[in-house]
């Protein structure tokens, strides 16, 4: 029957390295196998890599507006493959960190290879085949395709294609405005790429709040980015020069050239695994189907991270894999609770976001209030000449934060003030009562937290029985 193991993860992303580090830990035989990269996409094609690129991005902003701040540049070139040469040594900078030499020597075995199920306890790699006790599917996800005529046969990249560019495009048509195609579209344009983004949905970011998006879509077109909104790509095909793209507007037609054509409509997951069904794990075109304590329908196989078709982030998958650690090794179970989990994208305003949306707290519960603050109002904000943007806070009726949104510089920072409160319950009116440093851009929560307390204070009938009583206090 082969080697026996307490524990067998399938994949050596953020999930399944989380959870072999942790098993290990508390004595368990761990096996991991990958068939790829150690590190998942998030290290390799994802998280690490698309932020080298977006930081380059950033610093040719900066010297094109270095004038705005009083500062004269004889002009600057764009050194392309340097460019992406930067972006992968970062990746190997900080890829130790999931090396294969790392985790044997936390005690991991390492397995190179595809994984095929013989049964519900074992596991074929090659020729080698091994048993286990539990088992974690932690495969992750990859880019999802849409099925439009001409665009296999005319050729397409996604994000890992376009990390691996050498030559700069000309001309980039991306299909699909969430948060992967907006990275990416700012980026290149601000190295220089002419970038055009079509769209299904008449909003970009269709999750997001609509204010948000459309501080985004203001910053993002004057930069130079054309939208095609509510735009349905009809077919792609070869042309001259380049590639042609034809879409559908309002009932309109139009075509579309570009060198490249960048594919950012969302992500499937990786849960096509050799007799993975065979065995009772149920799937659907999403992903896989997991309970509250990540259990698949068959209760010693787990599923963690992108493969269960929830919440698509690095964060997320680290969290689901130490709920794992927990089940897998421990009696007492731990539930999933995804009630507060910050996100962000990263582009130039940072767009983040915790909770619900206003418009979705509206629907839950009429009752909630909205407090929002502009980031002109922030001096720190005005210094730096970074005033778009604002914060969104939604609260119930008794204060609790139950959604929050900030778009604007460092948002991504700025959101885990609210992402603490609403952890711990703390009501927004008390961050109103919390010393924040001067200037600082976290001044814009403070901001919110003061409209909260003017507005409960200073409105109605509180705000007469309030100078009534001061008069009397004199």
């Not at 508390?26 to 290290?43: K, N, P, S, T, Y």
């Not at 900078?93 to 595809?114: C, H, K, P, T, Y």
């Not at 509510?230 to 020069?241: A, E, I, L, M």
């Not at 929050?404 to 009501?427: N, Y």
């Amino acid at each position: 029957m082969g080697e026996s193991y307490d524990l067998t993860i399938v994949g050596g992303g953020t999930a399944g390295l989380t959870v072999a580090s942790g098993a290990v830990r508390f004595g368990a035989r761990v096996a991991l196998i990958e068939r790829d990269r150690m590190g998942g996409d998030c290290l390799n094609w994802g998280c690490v890599p698309t932020k080298a690129l977006i930081r380059s991005s950033r610093i040719a902003a900066s010297l094109r507006n270095a004038s705005d701040y009083g500062i004269v540049t004889n002009g600057y070139e764009v050194n392309f493959p340097a460019v992406m040469n930067r972006v992968r040594r970062t990746v190997e900078m900080l890829s130790a960190a999931d090396s294969i030499e790392r985790f044997q020597g936390l005690g991991v075995e390492i397995i190179l290879g595809n994984p095929e199920f013989q049964s519900a306890h074992e596991i074929r790699i090659g020729d080698r085949r091994i048993t286990s006790s539990k088992v974690v599917i932690a495969t992750g996800s990859r880019a999802a395709v849409p099925p439009i005529p001409g665009i296999r046969e005319t050729g397409f990249i996604t994000n890992v294609e376009a990390l691996k560019l050498q030559k700069l495009p000309r001309n980039l048509v991306i299909l699909g405005a969430g948060p992967i195609g907006l990275e990416f579209a700012q980026a290149f344009a601000r190295l220089g790429s002419h970038v055009t983004v079509i769209e299904m949905f008449p909003q970009i970011l269709p999750r997001e709040d609509g204010e948000v998006a459309e501080v985004v879509k203001s910053v993002l077109s004057g930069e130079g980015i054309q939208f095609l909104l509510g735009s349905k790509v009809v077919q792609v095909t070869d042309g001259q020069p380049g590639k042609m793209i034809v879409i559908e507007q309002y009932g309109q037609k139009m075509t579309v050239s570009c060198d490249e054509v960048f594919v950012a409509t969302g992500r499937l997951p990786n849960r096509e695994i050799t007799g993975l069904e065979n065995v009772g794990v149920a799937s659907t075109r999403t992903g896989i189907r997991v309970d509250r304590f990540l259990r698949t329908t068959v209760p010693h196989i787990y599923a963690a991270g992108d493969v269960n078709g929830g919440l698509q982030f690095t964060h997320v998958a680290g969290y689901e894999g130490r709920v794992v650690v927990r089940n897998t090794q421990f009696p007492l179970r731990q539930r999933t609770n995804y009630r507060v989990v910050p996100w962000t994208i990263y582009t130039d305003p940072e767009v983040a976001h915790v909770g619900l949306t206003e418009h979705e707290a509206k629907e839950h519960d009429a009752s909630v209030h909205v407090y929002t603050g502009n980031f002109q109002d922030v001096d720190r904000s005005v210094i730096d000449g970074e005033t778009d943007g604002f914060v969104k806070v939604i609260v119930d009726k008794k204060g609790q934060i139950v959604g929050g949104h900030v778009v604007g510089a460092h948002a991504g920072e700025l959101i885990q003030e609210l992402a603490f409160a609403m952890h711990h319950h703390i009501p927004l009116g008390r961050i109103s009562q919390v010393i924040h440093a001067y200037p600082s851009r976290v001044e814009g929560i403070r901001n919110v937290a003061d409209l909260y307390w003017r507005q409960k204070l200073f409105d109605g009938n509180t705000a007469q029985w309030l100078k009534r009583f001061s008069r009397w206090s004199r």
